[in-house]
């Protein structure tokens, strides 16, 4: 599985807070186990506004390991700052690219082309450029493609399976 996301460190929870950060989800986030035999790995999402965070919890009803954090909570800012110390045999990642501009490998290239082909029907030839941006909500990647004035928006998981 592509990861293309940033480990959630000390340094960046301390800008999270910095700039008016308060709650914090966490959600399981299958994608950063395969960097290594991990016990868990886990994404954990900044938020200013309690409603908002409400928002992506609700859309976790089925991941029995998702948590709202209240970083003014003293016990809750503990386990944060445990989560951000990358503690043994779990890996927190942060909901941002760990490079500037993202590209596709040249599997998922491949896998893109594949996916294009048999889901989507786009009939683009070698020399017609596919647009492919990669975007969170709620902790699931999704891929944008783009294929003149066509647009669709997919799970990066059923690109994946290409």
Do not use: C
Not at 27 to 42: I, L, S, Y
Request: aromatic share 10%.
């Amino acid at each position: 599985m592509h990861n293309p996301l940033t480990l959630f460190t000390s340094q960046l929870l301390a800008v999270h807070l910095q700039s008016g950060n308060r709650y914090f989800v966490r959600q399981t986030f299958h994608r950063g186990n395969a960097a290594t035999a991990n016990k868990g790995a886990f994404l954990i999402s900044e938020y200013t506004e309690l409603a908002r965070a409400k928002i992506h919890m609700a859309a976790l009803e089925q991941d029995t390991q998702a948590y709202l954090y209240d970083a003014e909570d003293p016990e809750h800012l503990r386990r944060l700052n445990i989560a951000a110390g990358q503690p043994a045999g779990y890996a927190i990642y942060a909901p941002l690219l760990a490079m500037r501009q993202w590209k596709p490998t040249d599997l998922l290239k491949a896998k893109i082309k594949t996916y294009i082909e048999s889901k989507l029907k786009w009939k683009p030839r070698g020399s017609d450029d596919i647009g492919a941006e990669l975007f969170l909500h709620f902790g699931e990647l999704f891929i944008t493609l783009k294929f003149g004035h066509d647009h669709a928006k997919v799970k990066l998981l059923e690109i994946e399976k290409h």
